[in-house]
C-alpha cells in the first residue's frame, strides 16, 4: 500500500518530513487505515407536497444510508489517514414523487481540496446532476453494491460520484493520477446505460453522468485533466511562494480550455470546472498587473460568458 498522494513533485523537505511521519506512524501502528472519502450529505425534500411525520423519516433513512455509503466504503489500497480524506459535498433536492418511494430531483456534487501553504480549501470541480431520480425504501437502509453488475441505481450514482471524486482529487495532485479509478467509474456509467437507466444514456442531455465520464477519457479534453495537476499542485499550491508564477498557470490553463471549447462545445466536463473556479480565479487575479488582468478578462469572459460581470470587475 502507498500513502494517499505518494512522493511524487512534492519538494525534498516535504518528502523528508511526509516519510518521516509515515515511519513514525507505522512503527507505533499509529496508521488509520480510513476509508477515502469524508462527505458531508444534504437531503433537500421541502418541494414534495405530503410532508407527514411517517413520510418525512424515508429522507432522514436515506440521508443516513447515502452518508454511510459515501463514507464507509473503501475504493483503494491506499492510507488514508482521517484528516486526508477527500471532502466532498453532496446536495440532494427532491422535486417530485412519482409513486411511493420513488422519487425524481437533482444533485450537486462539490469536490473539495487543500491548498497547502495555505488556509484555504478549493472546490475542485462542481458538477450539477439534473437526472438524480431513484427509488427508495426502509429496506435500501443497508445498500449492497458490486461494481460489476448493476442492481440499482441509487448505488450505482454514489458508486459513480464517489470514483468520480477519486479521479479529480488523484488528478489535482499528479498528472492522470485519477487514470484507475476514471475506468472504474466509466464501467459503472455502461452498465446503468445497458440497464436502461435514465441519466446515463449516451445520446440526449449532454450533460448527464455518462457524458461526464466521457468528458474525463475524451482525448480531446486530455489538456484538462494535465491542467488539474498544473492548476492546483503548481499554482494553487506555490500561489503565496510565486503568485507570478501561479498566475501565468492560470492563465495557460485558460487558454487550453478555450482551445477545448472549440473542439468540443457544451462540455459538461468545463462547465463544472467553471461553476467551481469563476470566484477563485477571480481572486487569484485581483492583485495582477493590469495587463494581466485585461487577459485574463478576455479569456474568461469567453470561455465563461454567462458571469462576464463577475470578471468584470478585473477589469473596473
Known amino acids: 500500500m502507498k500513502s494517499r498522494h505518494g512522493f511524487k513533485n512534492l519538494p525534498t523537505y516535504e518528502i523528508y518530513m511526509k516519510k518521516l511521519v509515515l515511519l513514525i506512524l507505522t512503527a507505533y501502528s ?5 476509508q477515502e472519502l469524508n462527505c458531508n450529505v444534504t437531503i433537500v425534500s421541502d418541494q414534495l407536497q405530503s ?4 413520510e418525512k423519516q424515508i429522507f432522514v433513512d436515506m440521508k443516513t444510508a447515502i452518508s454511510d455509503f459515501m463514507n464507509g466504503k473503501r475504493w483503494t489500497n491506499d492510507i488514508y489517514n ?4 477527500i471532502k466532498c459535498n453532496l446536495i440532494i433536492t427532491l422535486t417530485k414523487s412519482l409513486q411511493q418511494n420513488v422519487f425524481q430531483g437533482n444533485a450537486q456534487l462539490q469536490i473539495i481540496r487543500p491548498v497547502y501553504n495555505a488556509t484555504y480549501e478549493t472546490i475542485v470541480l462542481s458538477y450539477i446532476d439534473k437526472n438524480f431520480n431513484i427509488s427508495f425504501t426502509p429496506e435500501d437502509r443497508q445498500m449492497n453494491f458490486n461494481e460489476l453488475t448493476f442492481s440499482n441505481n441509487l448505488t450505482s450514482i454514489l458508486g459513480f460520484y464517489s470514483l468520480i471524486a477519486l479521479t479529480v482529487d488523484y488528478d489535482s495532485f499528479s498528472k ?8 472504474r467509474a466509466y464501467n459503472i456509467a455502461n452498465l446503468a446505460s445497458s440497464a436502461g437507466q435514465g441519466g446515463w444514456e ?16 475524451n482525448q480531446q479534453l486530455l489538456p484538462f485533466r494535465e491542467g488539474l495537476y498544473t492548476y492546483h499542485r ?7 511562494i510565486d503568485p507570478v508564477g501561479g498566475r501565468k498557470q492560470v492563465i495557460d490553463l485558460l487558454t487550453s480550455i478555450k482551445t477545448m471549447q472549440q473542439l468540443k462545445n457544451n462540455s459538461i466536463l468545463l462547465i463544472s470546472f467553471m461553476r467551481a473556479k469563476n470566484q477563485e480565479i477571480v481572486n487569484v487575479f485581483s492583485e495582477a498587473t493590469k495587463d494581466e488582468k485585461q487577459k485574463a478578462f478576455t479569456l474568461l469572459s469567453s470561455v465563461d460568458p454567462s458571469k462576464t460581470e463577475l470578471y468584470r470587475k478585473l477589469v473596473k
Open 82 to 85: 482521517q484528516e486526508e480524506r
Open 176 to 183: 492522470l493520477g485519477g487514470n484507475p479509478y476514471l475506468q
Open 202 to 217: 449516451q445520446t440526449g442531455d449532454p450533460l448527464n453522468r455518462y457524458w461526464l465520464v466521457e468528458n474525463l477519457q
Open 234 to 240: 503548481i499554482a494553487l499550491d506555490n500561489f503565496t
Open 51 to 54: 410532508q407527514q411525520a411517517a
Open 30 to 34: 499509529f496508521v488509520v487505515n480510513a
